[in-house]
């Protein structure tokens, strides 16, 4: 008997996932429900796109013949509006249904909204789709001065966008630093120098109380929450995702945060999976429920995902996720869950170059490199191996350091 498998979200977990089911049940009926208008295209290079440094065209990843040709069912512009798992069927806004033997759930985040006044502003945006990415890089190639909001590893895009554009900005910050729960003072002072290199202003303590706008509708400032106003006709702002939950609220589907998967990506309910940003799922490198919104691990989630669709059990997901940012003369690189753990080591290696460790039970769980990625992959492999380090955290912050540095791990 053919197996029916649907798929809600064509970004990379999902397009990953129909792609392996493909090759794992050349018979399958395969069917990817997507709201938006275009096929899977590259999230990490629609920044680029934005700052003007690249065309449209090699965003894109797949089209729709690419589906076709693997007797994929792509559906485009469609919205799913309700799954019933007693059924196994879902409906979209049209009103058409889908029955499936196996679902499973990439359906991603939506930008938080600032919940202040005028946030829907014209020249007020968030970046998440290429569609976002097309409006920001028309407003702001016409902007002079812009704000942005959101201290943290998407906010740094528009920053970065800013900076191409030779648009003045001011980058509006809550705390002391930026990403202040991951990189102490000294980390975030070379984010901080690279950003003024570009014209963008860092201001602590501060954030936004409300928006002005002119008689059109339009953004012509933000007011901080101390008074001070900021003139812009640009506003980016990137203070998280509100995951799309809401789908699945009225269904036996276990929710916290995001969909709740255990290490095969399966849900509570036997026959629905779940991948990519959505996903709680079990680390087990860290040995409790995480959430990773990287591109590799998003990938990597939808081929376990549809691995374990077709035979539960056959492969965990165990990964170790990374995230780059490439906007500066330096390289920068997060991996696992560096704002985690219950111990940290960091160190200031040379000019421009520091690093940080994030340990729990003494294992490396996550860390930060800023301008020398040299021992990423030693870092990497030590935690994927769950190596006891604590005992040694000078050796790690050694300039060249490598795994054969370390002395013979002791069992704790």
């Not at 789709?129 to 959101?150: C, H, N």
């Not at 950003?195 to 901080?224: I, Q």
């Not at 709740?260 to 629905?272: F, G, H, S």
């Not at 919104?293 to 170790?320: C, H, I, L, P």
Request: proline share 3%; aromatic share 8%; charged share 30%.
């Amino acid at each position: 008997m053919t197996e029916s498998y649907v798929i809600i979200g064509d970004g990379v977990a999902g397009s990953s996932a129909a792609e392996t089911l493909r090759e794992e049940q050349p018979d399958a009926e395969i069917t990817v429900l997507t709201d938006e208008g275009e096929a899977l295209y590259n999230r990490i290079l629609i920044k680029e796109f934005a700052k003007g440094k690249l065309p449209a065209a090699p965003i894109s990843i797949h089209d729709e013949e690419w589906y076709a040709e693997r007797d994929i069912d792509l559906r485009l512009n469609t919205l799913v509006v309700d799954v019933d798992v007693e059924a196994d069927e879902v409906t979209t806004h049209e009103g058409e249904t889908f029955a499936y033997d196996k679902l499973l759930l990439a359906i991603g985040g939506t930008p938080t909204q600032l919940p202040v006044d005028n946030s829907d502003a014209e020249g007020v945006h968030h970046f998440w789709t290429f569609q976002d990415a097309r409006a920001i890089k028309e407003s702001v190639e016409s902007a002079e001065q812009g704000v942005i909001v959101g201290a943290g590893l998407l906010g740094i895009d528009f920053a970065a966008i800013c900076g191409a554009q030779d648009v003045e900005g001011k980058y509006l910050m809550r705390g002391d630093s930026w990403w202040r729960y991951a990189l102490s003072n000294e980390g975030a002072e070379i984010m901080h120098e690279a950003m003024r290199e570009r014209g963008v202003e860092p201001v602590f303590d501060s954030g936004v109380d409300h928006f002005e706008v002119d008689d059109d509708g339009r953004v012509e400032a933000a007011v901080d929450p101390n008074g001070d106003r900021y003139d812009c006709d640009f506003a980016g702002v990137a203070i998280g995702l509100n995951f799309n939950t809401e789908i699945v609220e009225e269904t036996p589907i276990a929710t916290d945060n995001g969909v709740i998967v255990d290490e095969y990506m399966r849900t509570n309910v036997d026959n629905v999976y779940a991948a990519g940003d959505i996903t709680e799922f079990h680390d087990v490198i860290l040995g409790e429920r995480a959430q990773n919104g990287a591109w590799g691990s998003a990938k990597e989630q939808g081929t376990v995902a549809a691995k374990n669709m077709v035979d539960y059990g056959s492969e965990e997901f165990r990964w170790v996720s990374s995230y780059s940012i490439t906007h500066f003369d330096f390289p920068f690189l997060s991996f696992g869950h560096p704002t985690l753990g219950d111990d940290e080591v960091e160190a200031t290696t040379g000019e421009g170059e520091w690093r940080k460790l994030a340990l729990k039970d003494g294992k490396i769980v996550g860390g930060v490199l800023i301008g020398d990625l040299a021992p990423q992959s030693a870092y990497k492999q030590l935690m994927r191996e769950e190596r006891y380090v604590a005992d040694q955290k000078e050796t790690l912050m050694q300039e060249g350091f490598s795994v054969d540095d370390l002395k013979a791990a002791s069992e704790q």
